[in-house]
């Protein structure tokens, strides 16, 4: 069964850091590009940060470059999401999800598979 | 690009044809999703490239529509089909990905 789950969210202060984990299992992490999005209430669903299958190549929403920094093992078949320097308006329900390409083009923009999810609060 | 969809809720009846719309500030080709959104679940992919189905999903969903103007059509809503709908434009990706604010179709 193909499955990613997050995990490593919590409650942060501003200014604070906290790293998120994503563990893929059923099919070839390596062969797909990966993705971090986060959801609100007030602001909806918004995509943060992206890998390619190899590691080698990132980008990053304008909100978060600079702040955040986006990873992978692929031994351990695990996706990461860095957290530096966080605001409140970071907190959301922050999900990995699967590209169904291996490299970042237009035509792969779309996400196949997403985790359950794990709620980040930035509050002092 | 901002996203707009239409309308924010529907409430309709099992069996009923439904029709949910997205409309893009400017052209996204085909460059067009949907997702379906189940209280306390992560978003499903049903649409890609604006009217391909993934992989699993029934065949009462379909997806049309270029350049501004899509539509995401349920033949017969089912039960289990009561949830938010997203659109999502990804003609720019990885530069510029943007979501709609989600069409929520409830039991009527």
């Known amino acids: 069964e193909v499955q990613l789950l997050e995990s490593g969210g919590g409650l942060v202060q501003p200014g604070g850091s906290l790293r998120l984990s994503c563990a893929a299992s059923?099919?070839?992490?390596?062969?797909?590009?990966m993705t971090w999005l986060r959801q609100t209430p007030g602001k909806g669903l918004e995509w943060v940060a992206i890998?390619?299958?190899?590691?080698?190549?990132?980008y990053y929403a304008d909100s978060v470059r600079g702040r955040f920094s986006i990873s992978r093992d692929n031994s351990k078949s695990t996706l990461y999401l860095q957290m530096n320097s966080m605001r409140a308006d970071d907190s959301a329900v922050y999900y990995c999800?699967?590209?169904?390409?291996?490299?970042?083009?237009?035509?792969?923009?779309?996400?196949?598979?997403w985790g359950r999810g794990t709620l980040v609060t930035v509050s002092a | 690009i901002e996203m707009t969809q239409s309308p924010a809720t529907l409430s309709v009846s099992p069996g009923e044809r439904v029709t949910l719309s997205c409309r893009a500030s400017?052209?996204?080709?085909?460059?067009l999703a949907w997702y379906q959104q189940k209280p306390g679940q992560a978003p499903r992919l049903l649409i890609y490239?604006?009217?391909s189905r993934a992989t699993g999903v029934p065949a009462r969903f379909s997806g049309s529509g270029s350049g501004t103007e899509f539509t995401l059509t349920i033949s017969s809503l089912q039960s289990e089909d009561f949830a938010v709908y997203y659109c999502?434009?990804?003609?720019?990706?990885?530069?510029?990905?943007?979501f709609g604010p989600g069409t929520k179709v409830d039991i009527k």
């Open positions: 999800a699967k590209t169904p390409l291996g490299i970042i083009v237009a035509v792969s923009g779309y996400f196949d598979i």
């Open positions: 400017q052209s996204v080709s085909r460059y």
């Open positions: 059923g099919f070839a992490f390596e062969s797909f590009a």
């Open positions: 999502q434009q990804y003609t720019y990706w990885p530069h510029l990905l943007t």
């Open positions: 490239g604006a009217s």
């Open positions: 890998v390619n299958g190899t590691g080698t190549g990132t």
